[in-house]
């Protein structure tokens, strides 16, 4: 195991700091602090943290790093952290490396040794999870399904028996199609909520069952950016029965077959047979010898 002591090492350090969802009063005083005292923040979009910064009144020089260019942009975080500098990763909202860019910086920084510091803050999972009123524990963030109909079906279809709460974002003009792929593979009747514009002006939870959210969807008209919270599977899982080899066979070519192909002797072959169909070894005896009486 190696151990990253966070407040012991000094230099080249890289902070996770968390940004608000769209309410700018939950930026944090540490959060706040940090980014004033970094030597370069790394941005999703510099345009959306410049205004930021401006804000909070934070004049330190921003770097890009989002999906596109995050691959390249963390060598030159790297090449920051061996020179001793702090760099401090930021989304557009919430939580850098959730459903943001991040991830591969974190892993590359780790790699070379340097301490990942995060800080605590906005995340809009969380937040619409526990307003949401579905048990909040224990829950699976999954984040934005897969665009394509055949790709999203399938990973429902790998959830729709899970005992946990699930918690998925959505973009507006994706949610319907989202709300059915649910309803085929979950059914009409699981409670799901829709967290819509959490933090912000415009706010809204809609709680109810799935037929219900798939009406709601089709007869409004759709703004905001969603949280999706599905609540646990609580039936009972049909298992297909499972089948066996011999089930075509007779009691006694059952037999036969065990002393035919593995050459063993009778004796042997009624246990086997016993055993593969739980039944008593002298039952299977009887019956095996039944024509000899």
Not at 78 to 100: F, N, T, Y
Not at 151 to 175: D, G, K, M, Q
Request: glycine share 4%; charged share 30%.
């Amino acid at each position: 195991m190696k151990s990253q002591k966070s407040y012991e090492q000094q230099d080249g350090k890289l902070y996770i700091v968390p940004t608000p969802i769209g309410n700018l009063e939950d930026m944090t005083f540490r959060a706040i602090r940090i980014l004033q005292e970094v030597d370069v923040i790394a941005a999703e979009d510099t345009r959306n943290t410049k205004k930021l910064c401006h804000h909070f009144d934070i004049h330190t020089p921003l770097m890009s790093t989002h999906e596109h260019n995050e691959m390249a942009s963390r060598e030159g975080i790297i090449q920051r952290l061996e020179k001793g500098e702090s760099v401090a990763i930021v989304s557009d909202a919430g939580m850098p490396c959730i459903s943001d860019p991040g991830v591969h910086v974190v892993e590359r920084a780790i790699e070379e040794g340097y301490a990942v510091v995060p800080l605590p803050g906005a995340n809009a999972a969380v937040t619409a999870l526990v307003a949401s009123g579905i048990s909040p524990q224990p829950f699976t963030f999954y984040g934005f399904l897969p665009r394509k109909k055949k790709e999203r079906l399938a990973v429902l279809e790998n959830y729709a028996t899970h005992r946990e709460t699930l918690i998925f974002y959505e973009s507006p003009h994706r949610l319907k199609e989202m709300l059915r792929a649910i309803e085929e593979t979950f059914g009409s009747e699981r409670s799901i909520v829709l967290a819509r514009e959490v933090t912000k002006k415009f706010e809204e939870f809609l709680r109810g069952t799935v037929r219900a959210a798939v009406t709601w969807a089709e007869e409004s008209v759709i703004r905001g950016e969603f949280c999706v919270i599905v609540s646990p599977f609580t039936g009972e899982v049909e298992r297909e029965e499972e089948s066996t080899w011999w089930e075509t066979l007779s009691l006694v070519e059952h037999v036969d077959y065990y002393i035919e192909e593995t050459q063993i002797r009778t004796k042997e072959a009624v246990q086997k047979v016993a055993d593969d169909r739980n039944l008593k070894k002298r039952d299977v005896y009887n019956a095996y010898h039944a024509d000899e009486r």
